[in-house]
C-alpha cells in the first residue's frame, strides 16, 4: 500500500523553527521528486519546495527561499522539510507529495505569540 505520512508539526513562536518528517511506505521515495506543499485557511495548497530523486537539486517558494530546507534520506525512505525563523503567515497544513501521485494527510504547522 502506497502511503505518505507527516509528522513534527507543531504549535511555535515566530522565529522558532520545525523539522518535518514525510515517511514512504508501499514505494521507494528515491524513485521520485518529492514535494512539500502547504495550505493555510481559506488559500489555495502551494508547492513550497522541492527535491529531485537523487537529491541534487532543490527549489523553493519565494517566501520560504533562505528560510526552508528540503532533504531527502533514502536509506530512512523519508523526506524532510527544515522551517526555521517561522513566520505567522506561515501557519499551514504542510503535505507531502510524491512524484507518483502519493500525498500525505497533512501536519499542522502555527505560529503564535
Known amino acids: 500500500q502506497v502511503q505518505l505520512v507527516e509528522s513534527g508539526g507543531g504549535l511555535v513562536q515566530p522565529g522558532g523553527s520545525l523539522r518535518l518528517s514525510c515517511v514512504a511506505s508501499?514505494?521507494?521515495?528515491?524513485?521520485?521528486?518529492m514535494r512539500w506543499y502547504r495550505q493555510a485557511p481559506g488559500k489555495e495548497r502551494e508547492l513550497v519546495a522541492r527535491?529531485?530523486?537523487?537529491?541534487?537539486?532543490?527549489i523553493y517558494a519565494d517566501s520560504v527561499t533562505g528560510r526552508f530546507t528540503i532533504s531527502r534520506d533514502n536509506a530512512k525512505n523519508t523526506v524532510y522539510l527544515q522551517i526555521n525563523s517561522l513566520k505567522p503567515e506561515d501557519t499551514a497544513v504542510y503535505y507531502c507529495?510524491?512524484?507518483?501521485?502519493?500525498w500525505g494527510q497533512g501536519t499542522q504547522v502555527t505560529v503564535s505569540s
Open positions: 527535491i529531485t530523486s537523487a537529491g541534487t537539486s532543490s
Open positions: 507529495n510524491a512524484g507518483n501521485g502519493a
Open positions: 508501499g514505494f521507494t521515495v528515491s524513485s521520485y521528486v
